[in-house]
């Protein structure tokens, strides 16, 4: 019975940007925001470009309300992702080591500020905390199978 394999290889692009601001704290805080924001804009284009070309409207008010969205979800995501690389390598410079629990302190004090900074109250802030700490701590765990 004749059998046939499939080899190859698959590799995500990297993409690699340094700003020196001459603080490896503002170093890795500003890399953050800069590849995270990116993510989130081409997101935002991704779904602006399906909604243009679903509808047909193809008017520049159209075009100029999907360039707002991208720049608004790029400087969201961007800054949060800055606040969360900055939060996880204070915890790492206070605690002395880098493990998952830098991840899940500095996830949950993200979760905290943004939630404040969006005015919630109470038990809002809390669960927001919580659901940081739990995506970082994820995050780093499947970081530790790969």
Same mark, same amino acid.
């Given at each position: 019975?004749?059998?046939?394999?499939?080899?190859?290889?698959?590799?995500?692009?990297?993409?690699?940007?340094?700003?020196? *601001?001459?603080?490896?704290?503002?170093?890795?805080? *500003?890399?953050?925001?800069?590849?995270?924001?990116? *993510?989130?804009?081409?997101?935002?284009?991704?779904?602006?470009?399906?909604?243009?070309?679903?509808?047909?409207?193809?008017?520049?008010?159209?075009?100029?309300?999907?360039?707002?969205?991208?720049?608004?979800?790029?400087?969201?995501?961007?800054?949060?992702?800055?606040?969360?690389?900055?939060?996880?390598?204070?915890?790492?410079?206070?605690?002395?080591?880098?493990?998952?629990?830098?991840?899940?302190?500095?996830?949950?004090?993200?979760?905290?500020?943004?939630?404040?900074?969006?005015?919630?109250?109470?038990?809002?802030?809390?669960?927001?905390?919580?659901?940081?700490?739990? *995506?970082?701590?994820?995050?780093?765990?499947?970081?530790?199978?790969?």
């Amino acid at each position: 019975m004749p059998s046939s394999w499939l080899s190859g290889s698959l590799s995500t692009p990297r993409v690699d940007v340094f700003v020196d *601001v001459g603080n490896p704290f503002l170093n890795r805080t *500003v890399d953050g925001f800069l590849k995270i924001g990116a *993510v989130a804009a081409a997101r935002a284009a991704t779904e602006e470009s399906y909604y243009i070309l679903k509808t047909g409207n193809f008017a520049q008010a159209k075009f100029e309300h999907s360039l707002k969205k991208m720049c608004k979800e790029a400087a969201y995501w961007g800054t949060v992702a800055g606040v969360y690389v900055g939060m996880e390598l204070g915890a790492e410079r206070i605690c002395g080591t880098r493990d998952w629990k830098n991840a899940m302190i500095g996830g949950a004090l993200t979760g905290a500020l943004i939630s404040l900074a969006c005015r919630n109250k109470g038990d809002k802030i809390a669960v927001d905390a919580i659901t940081g700490g739990a *995506v970082a701590t994820a995050a780093e765990f499947l970081n530790y199978l790969t």
